[in-house]
């Protein structure tokens, strides 16, 4: 007895997406990391501008397979999915390859044990040929009977899968037909120009496969009054906590869902505006928008790209925020437009006090972390114009500053050599005092005060440290520092530091990290006033000086530092 080996069906090629990259140099750069630890690689333009790097071909059963496995390995990205061949417009890796069109083998499953058969003539093996399910008028007839709407959404798909490429205008004219053609011919059926009720939902079906395995559903909150299409597979509801009902990641997948839901007017709108943009899950780069009675936030940072829209109608403000890991472009654009298309107001407002039992968190709004920024320093005012002095260790690589975590600042300069960065906000400020920097040099074991943000923001107004002056000079005779006997936080870095009558005697210095030398906790060192001075001199910058009058009051000291220390932010 033998057994009779089954034939091999052929079916279209799935690959194993890694990641997308925006421009083909970054592409490039990427898949030679991939290829020189991973086989079948391949690189592929997605439209778009974008260039995706994907394993295969493989058959479904493999392509899962290698999904799960290199995953599980940490040899690709969690958020790594399946797609198939007409999600790609061509491909530029492996240089002259071409793996648009190729088909895969699935093996059928083992058959039987059948009795050995006499020789036969040999026949030769049947073409597959796919049996359309209408017959041409039928399909017609079929097509007739769409709307306008469907005919679009149909060119929508085509256009999608890279065989359409003329206007949305639900009119099938020889360019529609030529399309339909095309993707029969590419997919294995007669080419008609008219797609069969059944091909119709084959190219439904491929356009919706980036959508595998995100649970698209839709979801009605009664709470928020809303009603719309979340991927439930990919996230879960967390907290409702007004004005905000946050839907978290419960998978690899680093997504997230917001819906927003407040009475209010056109004030209380815009200042959900301003709010949102202290959120952490709305990055500071993107384009903002805002209109009379709505909005649009766009941000986004090297990890992920968050979408919120918000309207007021009838005093009733919804919206959502949809937040979605980078260079997964295909399936966040297809999400969002399901999410913008499905949101419906239904009856119902969130409730002021939902939530109010929550546990609090200062790092918390409703529920969502508010952004912090990477470093927080201290500075002060030293002109009527709002210029500010801070350590050059507060600007380092900022895409953002900010003076008290309210204004703008941009940067006038930094002296690497004195450690000190000047910064101009960017709007007018008019201080309540700035630094009156002491004309002589201070007497040696004087008194002296560091005003900072010790706790970085997390106190409204500056802590005041008091120590005493050790030397005019640093360790090693350096005449533009002074050093002194005081203990500060790394948060009173760049803060002024006073003489007993409230003079400005010099700028508080960083720590010094990374070196083998540990001096005492006591032993800290200042910018001098004097080098200071000379140096905003040499920038064009006119400052107050004068001689330092008695002995003020600590409390009258402490007063003095609050109108004139500034938080200062890097983002």
Same mark, same amino acid.
């Given at each position: 007895?033998?057994?009779r080996?089954?034939?091999a069906?052929?079916?279209?090629a ?43 071909p ?22 790594a ?36 058969a006499?020789? +036969? +003539?040999?026949i ?13 008028r ?12 469907e ?14 490429? +003329? ?21 294995g ?9 059944a ?7 491929q ?9 698209l ?7 928020a ?10 996230v ?14 419960? +998978? ?8 927003i839901?407040q ?29 009379d009675?709505?909005?649009?936030l ?21 919206g ?23 949101f ?30 990477k ?9 009527n ?5 801070t ?5 380092g ?9 309210e ?44 005003a ?9 107004a500056?802590?005041?440290?008091f ?58 060192f200042?910018?001098?006033g ?9 920038e064009g ?31």
């Amino acid at each position: 007895m033998t057994t009779r080996a089954a034939f091999a069906q052929q079916e279209d090629a799935v690959w194993v997406q890694v990641e997308a990259q925006p421009s083909l140099a970054q592409a490039n750069r990427q898949i030679i990391n991939y290829a020189n630890r991973l086989q079948d690689v391949n690189g592929f333009a997605l439209g778009g501008g974008w260039y995706g790097i994907a394993l295969g071909p493989y058959n479904r059963a493999d392509a899962e397979t290698v999904l799960r496995a290199y995953r599980r390995d940490g040899l690709i990205p969690r958020d790594a999915y399946i797609t198939f061949t007409s999600s790609f417009e061509s491909q530029f890796w492996p240089i002259g390859a071409n793996l648009l069109n190729v088909r895969v083998e699935t093996p059928a499953a083992e058959p039987l044990a059948q009795p050995e058969a006499q020789p +036969a +003539a040999q026949i030769a093996p049947e073409t597959e040929t796919i049996v359309p399910d209408e017959t041409p008028r039928e399909a017609r007839a079929s097509e007739a009977q769409l709307t306008r709407d469907e005919k679009k959404e149909l060119q929508s798909w085509l256009k999608w899968a890279g065989f359409y490429n +003329a206007a949305i205008d639900g009119s099938y004219g020889r360019g529609t037909r030529a399309s339909m053609s095309a993707w029969q011919a590419a997919n294995g059926y007669e080419t008609t120009g008219v797609l069969t009720t059944a091909q119709r939902a084959a190219l439904k079906g491929q356009y919706n496969a980036v959508l595998d395995g995100l649970g698209l559903q839709s979801v009605s909150n009664f709470d928020a009054g809303i009603e719309m299409m979340i991927p439930t597979e990919v996230v879960s509801l967390k907290s409702a906590e007004y004005p905000f009902v946050t839907y978290t990641p419960t +998978a690899d997948l680093d997504a997230q869902v917001v819906m927003i839901s407040q009475t209010g007017d056109q004030s209380t709108l815009f200042g959900l505006y301003d709010i949102m943009q202290t959120l952490d899950i709305v990055p500071l780069e993107g384009p903002r928008e805002r209109k009379d009675n709505s909005f649009v936030l766009v941000g986004e940072d090297a990890a992920r790209i968050s979408h919120t829209e918000v309207s007021l109608i009838r005093g009733e403000i919804k919206g959502f925020t949809l937040v979605w890991p980078s260079g997964d472009e295909e399936r966040r654009r297809r999400v969002l437009t399901e999410m913008r298309s499905s949101f419906n107001r239904i009856d119902g407002v969130l409730d002021p006090s939902a939530g109010s039992n929550a546990v609090q968190d200062i790092d918390l709004l409703a529920g969502l972390e508010i952004r912090k920024p990477k470093l927080s320093r201290s500075g002060f005012y030293i002109d009527n114009k709002g210029t500010v002095i801070t350590t050059a260790e507060a600007v380092g690589s900022c895409q953002r500053i900010t003076l008290d975590d309210e204004y703008d600042a941009e940067l006038v300069g930094v002296n690497d050599q004195l450690g000190v960065a000047v910064l101009r906000p960017q709007t007018s400020l008019a201080p309540i005092a700035v630094a009156s920097f002491r004309n002589s040099q201070p007497r040696l074991k004087s008194e002296v005060a560091v005003a900072g943000y010790s706790f970085g923001g997390v106190l409204s107004a500056p802590s005041v440290t008091f120590g005493t002056l050790s030397d005019l000079r640093g360790l090693e005779g350096e005449e533009t520092l002074t050093r002194l006997a005081l203990a500060p936080l790394p948060g009173d870095a760049g803060g002024p530091v006073f003489d007993t009558g409230g003079s400005v005697v010099g700028m508080l210095l960083p720590k010094a990290d990374g070196t083998s030398r540990q001096l005492p906790g006591d032993v800290s060192f200042a910018a001098s006033g004097d080098a200071i001075r000379a140096l905003l001199t040499q920038e064009g910058i006119t400052t107050d000086a004068g001689e330092s009058l008695g002995i003020m009051a600590p409390e009258d000291l402490t007063a003095l530092a609050g109108d004139m220390t500034v938080l200062v932010s890097c983002w």
